[in-house]
């Protein structure tokens, strides 16, 4: 295997498959670094909202919602979307991503295996490969190795849930000021499962606290769980710029989720395009992505 590109992407979430998508067919070799062997899958709601719409992605692949229940301290409202938000499963967001990749004549993807490491234009990774790049694309997530290396810090919030085997068809948030401050608790119906969940700042509930608000919810409302199954994970909002030197940062590990709804990966998807057009061409101006740092 050749162990020199022109770009390489650590991370084959929305943004680094995003970004490897936009290099298809460029002049520049690209390797895709991603530590797990199935790409897609991660802790994450699946929520797509319009800022997703100018990414095509199979209507088969998603479910769509024009409706949304709001409970305000408890009172329900209904609202009507002209664009409505859409449900999709992490692993087939990947995966279709990944099928517009794959087979590049430019583009390589090795799977299982983690960086470890990054000094001046080399990566490390765990099974001791030593790449070296012209570009690095920092596209690994909210616990980024590359914002780490790059000495930027990172502010969290969480998000915990539960995927309840019973299929449901309404899109439903909880906002409730005095109980979960800031936060939300959201019920996103999938194809075959629901997803409901809180999202919070931990400055202002615990971990301990936000649980048992969730799972006060899904017992109110009949719905079983096991206490065991509970997923959650941090997502990175801090934004402190995308571009240093010859190294950007994408998505989550460029801070660009919402920190008022832990939206990410329209963000994700937004960026990695934007970066792959800077890299192609070094005078491109990234409007779309000055937008974004302001969320
Ligand atoms: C509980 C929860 C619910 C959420 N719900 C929503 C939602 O409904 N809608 C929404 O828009 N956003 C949601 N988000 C946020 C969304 O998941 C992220 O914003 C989005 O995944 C960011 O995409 P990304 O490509 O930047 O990073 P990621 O999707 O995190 O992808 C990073 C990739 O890098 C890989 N990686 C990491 N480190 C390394 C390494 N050292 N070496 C090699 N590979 C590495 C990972 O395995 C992963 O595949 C949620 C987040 C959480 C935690």
Not at 48 to 59: G, M, S, V
Not at 96 to 109: A, G, M, T, V
Not at 272 to 287: D, F, H, R, W
Request: aromatic letters at 10%.
């Amino acid at each position: 295997m050749n162990n020199k590109y022109d770009v390489i992407i650590i991370g084959a979430g929305p943004a680094g498959l995003e970004c490897a998508h936009q290099l298809k067919n460029s002049d520049k070799s690209v390797l895709i670094i991603e530590k797990n062997e199935i790409i897609g899958p991660k802790i994450c709601a699946g929520g797509l909202t319009n800022l997703a719409n100018n990414f095509y992605i199979p209507e088969n692949k998603t479910r769509s919602f024009a409706k949304q229940i709001i409970f305000l301290n408890k009172k329900q409202y209904n609202i009507t979307l002209v664009n409505p938000i859409k449900t999709i499963s992490r692993l087939d967001l990947g995966q279709y991503q990944l099928s517009k990749i794959k087979n590049s004549r430019n583009i390589q993807i090795l799977k299982n295996t983690k960086v470890k490491e990054i000094e001046n234009n080399k990566v490390f990774t765990i099974d001791n490969q030593i790449f070296h790049f012209k570009y690095l694309v920092g596209a690994d997530g909210s616990n980024s190795i590359v914002r780490k290396y790059l000495g930027l810090k990172s502010e969290f919030c969480f998000g915990f849930y539960y995927e309840i085997p019973k299929i449901t068809n309404d899109f439903v948030w909880h906002v409730n000021p005095k109980e979960l401050k800031s936060g939300y608790i959201w019920t996103f119906p999938h194809k075959n499962h629901t997803n409901i969940g809180v999202y919070f700042h931990p400055r202002q509930l615990s971990a301990k606290e936000a649980k048992n608000i969730l799972e006060k919810t899904l017992t109110d409302n009949g719905l079983k769980f096991s206490t065991k199954k509970i997923k959650g994970s941090a997502i990175n909002y801090c934004f402190k710029g995308y571009m240093f030197n010859k190294i950007f940062l994408v998505g989550d590990a460029a801070g660009l989720a919402s920190k008022t709804t832990g939206e990410g990966i329209s963000f994700a998807l937004t960026s990695g395009k934007e970066i792959a057009k800077k890299i192609i061409e070094s005078n491109y101006t990234t409007t779309e992505l000055n937008k974004n740092s302001k969320n």
